[in-house]
């Protein structure tokens, strides 16, 4: 079992910038800690994804260049760093972690997930 707890959302002006924070109760290598988000009357979308030891980093298309995805393995702790954020990124943001099946930022692959952290940004 996995726990997962998110922090660092709030409100923000375009352009503006946040960083959230996705704790981890466990952590090893290989492991993908993911983080998706999910609007009013939409689908849940994976935003980024990174496997803990190894390396590769995924990122949807419409956040490339504006998030970044990172790791401090000595705080079990994950981290997404959103800059130049647009009126459109404003969701709830979930770490999800342990991907079991499919490739990255595929929801259904994910074992464990957070309670989310809300992200407004007003124009």
């Known amino acids: 079992q996995v726990q997962l707890v998110e922090s660092g959302g709030g409100s923000v002006q375009a352009g503006g910038s946040l960083r959230l924070s996705c704790a981890a109760s466990k952590r090893w290598n290989g492991m993908h800690i993911a983080w998706f988000r999910q609007a009013p009357g939409k689908e849940r979308e994976g935003v980024a994804d990174?496997?803990?030891?190894?390396?590769?980093?995924y990122y949807a298309d419409s956040v490339k260049g504006r998030f970044t995805i990172s790791q401090d393995n000595a705080k079990n702790t994950n981290y997404l760093q959103m800059d130049s954020l647009k009126p459109e990124d404003s969701a709830m943001y979930y770490c999800a972690a342990v991907l079991t099946v499919g490739p990255p930022l595929q929801r259904a692959g994910y074992k464990y997930w957070g309670p989310g952290t809300q992200v407004t940004v007003s124009s």
């Open positions: 990174i496997a803990i030891g190894l390396g590769p980093v």
